[in-house]
């Protein structure tokens, strides 16, 4: 069995600023690992995936990712936060038969 | 290509009637899965579709849910006698499975239950 947790339900960041959605998981194996976007009235988009290769995982819009295994962490981060990067973000966790398991979600708020 | 297309896109019903969502998964894509999102709560898994095997149903919330998938394409999800609680966004996903692990998801069907 595996699951998500997203610690922070709401983060507020100045456009400049750096972003931190942070993720914790629990797997009973080496687990696959993926962060989603949603925008509002707009389907999921993946961001970026580890799949058991490079820690360091470098995504789309200039969002990164590092697989800490020690800490069951896989936070995701990007060095200067964007207005369009203001949308829900989900860490997903892949299990059996291929399911993903969602975390509740973040929602990314960028200030002016 | 054309990614994963779902209909309606919102769709408003009476409590007690049936509804049918549909998902046209890529093509090529052996894999496909339905997951819904309620208000405030994060993804749930409902349903998983692989080849022409027994469907994995192991997140359907009760018997009132059900979903096919003919001919390995298209897939139905139908919800009968629906209730003020299945008001969510319902959402497809396809994947390549053996080349891809990745999943594709559709743009959601917005389901209210008056």
């Known amino acids: 069995a595996q699951s998500v947790t997203q610690l922070d339900s709401h983060v507020s960041v100045s456009e400049g600023t750096p972003v931190l959605l942070r993720c914790n998981y629990s797997s009973s194996y080496s687990p696959s690992l993926f962060w989603y976007v949603q925008h509002p009235n707009k389907g999921l988009q993946l961001l970026l995936k580890?799949?058991?290769?490079?820690?360091l995982v470098k995504g789309i819009n200039g969002f990164e990712a590092e697989f800490k295994k020690s800490e069951t962490s896989f936070h995701l981060t990007k060095p200067s936060a964007h207005m369009s990067d203001a949308a829900e973000y989900f860490c997903v966790v892949e299990g059996s038969a291929r399911q993903l398991t969602f975390g509740s979600g973040t929602q990314l708020t960028v200030l002016p | 290509g054309a990614g994963v297309s779902q209909s309606p896109s919102n769709k408003v019903t009476e409590k007690g009637k049936d509804v049918e969502l549909r998902c046209d998964p890529i093509?090529?894509?052996?894999?496909l899965y339905w997951y819904r999102q309620s208000l405030g709560q994060g993804l749930e898994f409902l349903i998983y579709f692989q080849g022409n095997s027994a469907p994995d149903k192991s997140g359907l919330p009760s018997d009132r849910f059900s979903a096919e998938r003919t001919g390995g394409s298209v897939s139905t999800l139908t919800i009968q006698r629906t209730q003020q609680e299945d008001s969510a966004v319902y959402l497809c996903a396809s994947s390549l499975v053996h080349r891809d692990e990745t999943q594709y998801f559709g743009p959601g069907t917005r389901l209210l239950v008056l």
């Open positions: 093509s090529g894509h052996t894999a």
């Open positions: 580890y799949t058991s290769a490079a820690t």
